[in-house]
């Protein structure tokens, strides 16, 4: 319903797919008022999908939350998946560069949650795949997204940099993840699973030492 998920969707319905959302907060359109910890396949109004995308993220304080529904529900939701997918699906969990670098605005739950995607996804890649259904995880670098846009264009000096950093000299967007998004969830990749993509236009091959010397 908002961020990167609500342009995945629009890029999705674009394509021609048929979605189905869900979230824990209400919406128009094809959309379940379900959040992802109390996610029943049952009640989906379609008996088999192609595609599962989780762009879930916890907002609020409480760590044993931020665990449940990070963490804890895709647990139930990935091991019923074989019910509600069909051959040769694709499942594709939104991560973050949080789980391999560190992020001074974010606490030390977030970081261990976002590595603990990485587990769960090498894993039901495995466990999934004698089903024909496929895994993998895209993480974003900063991108540019519809709830932060007024932000970057208010802070030009902050853009700059980051475009300096980054060897594409630009920064990115949501429809840059979700076009990605969108490859994983076709026919063209149907040979990739179990890979961990970070999407951050170069900007995590440069060296400390490298980085100093652009400042």
Same mark, same amino acid.
């Given at each position: 319903?908002? &961020?990167?998920?609500?342009?995945?969707?629009?890029?999705? %319905?674009?394509?021609? /797919? *048929?979605?189905?959302?869900?979230?824990?907060?209400?919406?128009? &359109?094809?959309?379940?008022?379900?959040?992802?910890? %109390?996610?029943?396949?049952?009640?989906?109004?379609?008996?088999?999908?192609?595609?599962? #995308?989780?762009?879930?993220? +916890?907002?609020?304080? /409480?760590?044993?939350? /931020?665990? $449940?529904?990070?963490?804890?529900?895709?647990? $139930?939701?990935?091991?019923?998946?074989?019910?509600?997918?069909? %051959?040769?699906?694709? #499942?594709?969990?939104?991560? !973050?560069?949080?789980?391999?670098?560190?992020?001074?605005?974010?606490? !030390?739950? +977030?970081?261990?949650?976002?590595?603990?995607?990485?587990? #769960?996804?090498?894993? +039901?890649?495995?466990?999934?795949?004698?089903?024909?259904?496929?895994?993998?995880? @895209?993480?974003?670098?900063? @991108? #540019?997204?519809?709830?932060?846009?007024?932000? +970057?264009? $208010?802070?030009?000096?902050?853009?700059? =940099?980051?475009?300096?950093?980054?060897?594409?000299? $630009?920064? &990115?967007?949501?429809?840059?993840?979700?076009? *990605?998004?969108?490859?994983?969830?076709? !026919?063209?990749? =149907?040979?990739?699973?179990?890979?961990?993509?970070?999407?951050?236009?170069?900007? !995590?091959?440069?060296?400390?030492?490298?980085?100093?010397?652009?400042?």
């Amino acid at each position: 319903t908002r &961020g990167i998920g609500l342009v995945t969707k629009r890029l999705l %319905e674009e394509r021609g /797919d *048929l979605v189905t959302s869900f979230s824990r907060s209400a919406t128009i &359109g094809n959309h379940i008022q379900m959040p992802v910890d %109390e996610f029943d396949y049952k009640l989906l109004p379609y008996e088999k999908y192609d595609n599962l #995308i989780f762009t879930h993220r +916890y907002r609020g304080k /409480d760590d044993n939350e /931020d665990l $449940k529904i990070t963490i804890n529900s895709l647990f $139930k939701i990935l091991d019923d998946s074989k019910n509600f997918l069909n %051959e040769n699906s694709s #499942i594709v969990i939104l991560g !973050s560069n949080a789980s391999r670098f560190v992020f001074f605005e974010q606490n !030390s739950l +977030y970081h261990a949650s976002r590595s603990a995607l990485t587990g #769960i996804n090498n894993y +039901y890649a495995v466990k999934l795949g004698q089903f024909g259904i496929r895994c993998n995880i @895209v993480n974003p670098g900063t @991108v #540019i997204k519809p709830e932060n846009k007024d932000f +970057y264009s $208010k802070n030009i000096e902050l853009v700059k =940099n980051i475009e300096r950093l980054t060897p594409l000299k $630009k920064m &990115g967007n949501a429809e840059d993840i979700a076009n *990605l998004i969108l490859y994983l969830c076709s !026919s063209n990749s =149907n040979f990739i699973t179990g890979q961990n993509i970070s999407v951050d236009g170069g900007l !995590s091959n440069i060296s400390q030492e490298s980085i100093n010397k652009m400042f």
